[in-house]
């Protein structure tokens, strides 16, 4: 398990790598989500390559990313023996050097949901994908179904700019409560930690009656807004039944749809989501 | 040498191909400053592949996209014998799908020039080639520096992004009276064609002044402007000197400056340039 942070050295390390080669782009601060995608590359993959970098471009101006959990000595410890080749942990002025100024945005999928909240994130997510791509050459990625959008953006992304890399989406990972592993669950109170179970409770419950025949999105969205409301400590941001291809928000369920929210525990903002298929 | 359309064809005849792979991006209607990059590409790389596409993306609304110069087959006669191995042709149907979304912009670069009067121009430009990039995945592309700006955003494009493709920029091949090759010479009537020279003479004259120890940009660029405003045929849309690799104006030069223009003879808009240097 060679560790990196130049360019340069991933480059050279990059040529001795067996292929197929497996990518996890992550931000550190690793947790068994993570760890699931990397056992899945290990898989799928003659070498896996890990990137931990914590990307400001996809960060707002009045969010989280100074105090954004970082811990490169733990994340080191639990990726040994996971069988990763290379770690990459390039650093902010490798990455975006005091001139740079390219910018890839995927236009529409990027606007609703998590767009609207915080409006260049996205850009900055299909930004540092791109350079992770190039700079890692990977034939496979790995990305979790917990941040849908983002597995959205970075789907049409790869394919509308001809990426040669395959998109692989991996189930979310939950506590045995629920609850959604997120670097950010490090934030809650012990209160508001009971009480993020709401989000996993609001999915299931809509799934729920779903699978009772409801087809109808406000219906659907009512139910998720109803659990939401009754607990103190949670506060929604949003709460949407959506096309699962385009984002576009539905009157009726028709295909597969993707419910998913924004929910505020205290500071802390949570986002979990839920695939809805007619069978 | 093979002719493919379909990306999954360029994607399967891309693995056999002996690298280093040399990649030189067309438009088509070829002429010798395109034959040019592809004896380059020769001389340097194990394998050579063309692209022809007339790029939509590229072109504003009230461009010449309709009528910009196609002759397929007189394209492959010119490059019979030129050693390339590999000719993509892909459509704007498989380059540009329905619901095609994702655009790379190249901020400060793609402004000036050009940008001021092709607004959009550059996003098509950093869009498509990317693509080709990703598409072809060449060691190394060679583009002419008649199109400097297009130079400076692919340079700046490829350093953000990360891409393994060196950059090669070769010099603009001229007729016998100093005209640069453009495929959209051949919309100039004989008595345009005569007057274009006047891109080539005017940029040559500022170079004169400048060895002669002229460093004030404005009076270079006067000497410009004075010539070309001596032929009627000819009406200037810009007349520029600028830093070579911010492409900011100067009022001074100092260390090497970019030279160009835009110039409109009759309905035909032609743009040239120079780099001067100090030595």
Redesign the interface.
Known sequence: MTVITS?HEL?TGRVNLAEPVGFVPTMGYLHAGHLSLVQRARQECASVVVSIFVNPAQFGPNEDLDKYPRNLSRDLEMLAGAGVDLIWTPTAEVMYPS???????????SQPLEGIVRPDHFRGV??VV???F??V?PQKAYFGQKDAQQVAVIR??SR?????VEIIVCPTVREPDGLALSSRNTYLSPDERAAATILFRALSAAEAVFKNGERNADAIRGVMLEILQAEPLAQAQYVSCADYDTLDELKMIRGRALLSMAVFLGKTRLIDNRILEET
């Open positions: 360019l480059q001139d740079f100024q390219t910018w890839v945005t995927v236009e529409g999928l299909a930004t791109t350079k992770l190039n700079a050459q049409r992304m509308d700019l001809n990426f040669p």
